[in-house]
């Protein structure tokens, strides 16, 4: 599987920022999606992550509220919808995935990787 991130950028504070993953390469299989972050100095972050074909979906605590996830069926892609930004939302986000059905917190779950896409917030 190969993860594609976009949509990063420079976004003052309170404002909103929606990155995408494009995904190819995948079978049959069942995945579950999720978005990392890292700041500089910092461990990765779990942020969100929810079932391709399910509905289950799980947000870190420092999220909640804010970001949303969606999936685009028809062009292979997930959405991360970041709204209410804070200059703490600043990092590399990154796109994973993982077989399997069970949405993990755990970073360590996921085998697919795509690149970061950095998101900076301005205060």
């Known amino acids: 599987v190969q993860l594609q991130a976009s949509g990063g950028g420079l976004v003052q504070a309170g404002g909103s920022l929606r990155l995408s993953c494009a995904a190819s390469g995948r079978s049959g299989s069942t995945y579950v999606m999720g978005w990392f972050r890292q700041a500089p100095g910092k461990e990765r972050e779990f942020v969100g992550a929810m079932q391709w074909r399910g509905r289950v979906k799980e947000f870190g605590d420092s999220v909640k509220g804010r970001f949303t996830m969606s999936r685009d069926n028809a062009n292979d892609m997930v959405h991360l919808q970041m709204n209410s930004l804070k200059p703490d939302d600043t990092a590399l986000y990154y796109c994973?995935?993982?077989?399997?059905?069970?949405?993990?917190?755990?970073?360590?779950?996921?085998?697919?990787w795509g690149q970061g896409t950095q998101v900076t917030v301005s205060s």
């Open positions: 994973a995935a993982r077989e399997g059905n069970i949405v993990y917190m755990d970073r360590n779950k996921y085998v697919f």
